[in-house]
């Protein structure tokens, strides 16, 4: 089982000058802890409980991923996940190329139908309602697809009207970027998935209700005519993690849980990570206890 890096939020210690190198030692250290992936939020506002928290900084995602991309070698990157909504499909597309091309190969785009209204309507996008949301994002998938192959025929769509969407430079990876849709909802968003996607990303805290939610795919997968080994799963943890690793076993076991239920790739947020300590200790004693949790699982 692979393990991914989750990084939420920002509000680190030393204020925005502080924040480049705390975000290239949190890249590097990650690289070097044996992290499979890091992703940002694609948000324009911090979330968080209490008044007031979505004030606290974030960063938008792209330019951040840019300069990960710039620290690193190794590792996937990319959203996790762009809502639909903020950016035109033809713009969002050729950020994930560009992505792509100056990670060499690593960048990867991670969409989904969004629903932060607050944050749409504060800086002034426009938030339709939730169906509009899903058939913006089913098109958008479908320009991503077209135009990572090669085809920059014109695109009309009910939304969307592309006359010539090229892109040069043509992406790294092979035949495309990865594709990652975010979501559980079993009736459109993992229809997508089998439809559209390389991978998909599960947050769930009940496993029953997780592998319910993957055998939902399989059976689209199978009505759309693909093999469902062909996307990749993954979930997000939520759980406290210690940085003096007082409770490593029970992280492990519930990396463990998951990688058993038939997820791929896990990831999680850490505790003020850019201190590194918990990066270094997932380094030492997580990332090594459960390399082999989905093969076994499999077997």
Known sequence: MKVGLHVPNFAWEGGPDALSDHLANVAEA???AGFDQ?????????LGAGEGAYRNPMLEA????GFIAARTARMRI???????????????????TTLNVLSKGRGFLGIGAAWHEHEHRAFGVPFPPLKERFERLEETLQIAHQAWRGDSRPFSGKYYQLEEPLLSPTAVSQPRPRILIGG?????????????????????TDLNEARH???VLNGHCATVGRAAAEVEKTAGIRMEVAADGSNVLEVIDRFTAVGEAGFDLVTIAL??????????????????AVANVAQAARV
């Not at 559980?184 to 769930?204: M, P, R, W």
């Open 213 to 215: 939610k993957l055998d």
């Open 30 to 32: 990650a690289e070097a």
């Open 184 to 204: 559980s909802g079993e009736q459109k968003t993992l229809k997508l998935v089998a439809q559209y996607a390389d991978a998909c990303h599960i947050n769930s």
């Open 271 to 288: 505790p003020d990570v850019f201190n590194l300590r918990a990066i270094r200790l997932f380094g030492e004693r997580v990332i090594p």
């Open 78 to 96: 990319g959203a996790l996940v762009t809502g639909v909504t903020y950016r035109y499909p033809g713009i969002l597309i050729k950020q994930a």
């Open 38 to 46: 890091l992703t940002v939020m694609d948000h324009f506002f911090a």
């Open 62 to 65: 792209y330019t951040a991923l």
